[in-house]
């Protein structure tokens, strides 16, 4: 093929796939440039999990009506001016990049003070006069639309959304005097107008428990050992209030509270390190996430100090509220958090789970639906379809190398078996080892189970064993994997005690919130406290 360059809107579009991987990087990089603006109000909307809409209207500066069509070519940028300034930046943007791209791949319209213009992939349809008005506005349309390989990519819209919101509350909680409010398909999903933004991200009851950080350089908030999460999605990390992915720093992080957590719980955790913007290179990932220190060992160290004596001193945050009677969700999330754990039978154990958590246990209904509580609101969840989960992913694991635990049967178990099935038996001898079955030939057309993996009751043992071969033999993992969680999970149906609920709520905690189960039916409901209280028409 013969070299060309490329046409301007084609490189464009390629440039702009670096910048604008999904929803969530538009709003990223709008809510950046508001704030760079020095925004004290910021307004997201997002429709259609943002590929049908997302509007960002700011109180900043806003941008000279004579430089709005320079503000959409590349490179063209107010932050910087010579090389000399990439060695230090002080704003979130610096590379010009960001409206140009989003402009490529979108069909976008910005309103400033004066001035009004309307691009579709990256092309000037209309620029006109307008009237004045503080900030900035820009809208987003139809993303992606020009570039449908990068749709297909995208996730669900729930996952999308969700960034989205993500992508706001890691702003809203490093830049706490900013008033963010954020609309999702109409309703407002997060503001932080006169409220706490710990607590509108995370809700009273965990902001209520967050210990203050500030030693030197480093300030924010950390969870106590008490509270954990599954995931490391609460832990955010900033310098110069730059939200940045760094495992070095999370790994500080989590170091802290080695012994306190459980292996796979982590702290809820907004730490900024403040340094000197030559410290740190900025310029080292197209997104602006992954960041470069001068003396990585030095910001190491001094988060662990920051974090170490915030959790040593267990200051709460801030004075907690006087001891009126909240509302009674909230009063059996601190009765539920002072109950003593059991003693522990080796004092170097760390403590159970179960005294932190953000699923607490309230009860079951129709015997087959836990309902739960949880800091954004009233959880119901499908026992069986969330157990089926948890072991589904739990057997994967053991496929993928995880030790096995299975459990000796007192009276061997003998299966008939169609001769080919018995004979496949064979071939599939790992893999059933893995998942905890451990079986031996009896004649040509049976075998002996001895042991099952420890999940699975005796008496689904053999159907269990039956669907896993089939899978196996079929060549297909997930549906053996499925079938063997599926006979493991407790069913719909099962009464279970407060402790079981626990334990089951536990293991869901870990789960992503939208996951499904093995079939694709949902495992949980969020009914989330605003619309309850919308609902009781309840104004606090
Ligand atoms: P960068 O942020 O790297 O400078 P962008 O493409 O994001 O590049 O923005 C280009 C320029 O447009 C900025 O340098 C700034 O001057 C202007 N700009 C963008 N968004 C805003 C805003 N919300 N308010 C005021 N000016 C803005
Ligand atoms: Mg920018």
Redesign the pocket.
């Known amino acids: 093929m013969t070299i060309r360059a490329l046409p301007p809107a084609v490189a464009d579009a390629i440039a702009a796939g670096e910048v604008v991987e999904r929803p969530a990087s538009v709003v990223k ?2 809510v ?3 704030l ?2 020095g ?1 004290t109000r910021v307004g997201v909307e997002i429709r259609g999990a943002g590929k049908t809409l997302i509007r ?1 209207v ?1 109180d ?4 000279p009506s004579a ?1 709005l069509r320079l ?2 070519q590349r490179h ?5 001016q010579n090389l000399s300034d990439l060695e230090a930046i002080g ?12 402009a490529a791949v979108s069909d976008l319209e910005a309103t ?1 003070s004066g001035r009004r213009l309307h691009l579709r992939a990256g092309a000037l349809l209309e620029e006109g006069a307008a009237g004045p008005a503080p ?2 506005v ?1 809208e987003v349309r139809d993303l992606f639309a020009n570039t449908p390989a990068r749709l297909r990519f995208l996730k669900s819209d729930a996952t999308e959304t969700a960034a989205c919101l993500a992508a706001v509350q890691r702003y809203a909680l490093l830049y706490p005097t900013v008033r963010f409010r954020v609309i999702v398909e109409g309703r407002t999903s997060l503001s932080t107008d006169g409220h706490d933004p710990l607590a509108s991200v995370y809700g009273e009851a965990v902001s209520r428990e967050m210990l203050a950080v500030d030693h030197l350089n480093v300030t924010g908030t950390v969870s106590p050992p008490k509270l954990s999460r599954g995931t490391r999605d609460a832990m955010l990390l900033a310098v110069n209030r730059r939200p940045i992915a760094s495992r070095t720093l999370a790994f500080a992080l989590e170091e802290c509270y080695r012994g306190a957590l459980e292996r796979g719980r982590y702290p809820v955790a907004v730490l900024n390190v403040e340094i000197s913007p030559e410290a740190v290179d900025v310029n080292v990932h197209p997104t602006k996430r992954e960041v470069k220190f001068r003396d990585e060992g030095a910001v190491f160290a001094a988060l662990q100090r920051a974090v170490r004596s915030a959790i040593g001193a267990g200051e709460p945050a801030r004075p907690p509220e006087p001891a009126a009677p909240g509302p009674s969700s909230e009063r059996l999330l601190r009765q539920l958090e002072i109950q003593e754990p059991p003693p522990a039978i080796d004092p170097q154990l760390p403590r159970p789970a179960s005294a932190g958590g953000f699923l607490r246990p309230v009860g079951q209904v129709l015997d087959g639906y836990l309902v739960a509580e949880s800091p954004e609101g009233m959880v119901l969840i499908d026992q069986h379809a969330a157990h089926e989960r948890v072991l589904f992913n739990r057997f994967q694991s053991r496929l993928e190398g995880a030790p096995a635990v299975s459990q000796h049967l007192l009276m061997a178990m003998t299966v008939e078996l169609e001769p080919a099935l018995a004979a496949g038996v064979a071939d599939h001898e790992a893999e059933l080892r893995s998942l905890g079955f451990e079986v031996e030939p009896f004649g040509p057309r049976a075998v002996r189970i001895l042991a099952g993996p420890v999940e699975t009751p005796p008496e689904s043992l053999e159907p269990a064993f039956r669907e896993v071969l089939a899978g196996l033999r079929a060549r297909s993992a997930d549906d053996a994997l499925a079938s063997l969680a599926c006979h493991s999970a407790v069913r719909f149906g099962d009464a279970l005690d407060l402790a079981e609920q626990r334990r089951l709520l536990q293991e869901v905690e870990s789960l992503s919130p939208d996951i499904t189960c093995p079939h694709g039916r949902p495992v949980r409901l969020l009914l989330d406290w605003q619309q309850l209280k919308r609902h009781f028409r309840r104004n606090y």
């Open positions: 990089e709008l950046e440039n508001s760079d603006a925004a960002i700011d900043g500066a806003g941008i430089e503000a959409f063209a940028t107010s932050k910087l704003t979130l943007g610096f590379r010009g990049e960001a409206l140009a791209s989003i400033t900030g900035l820009i």
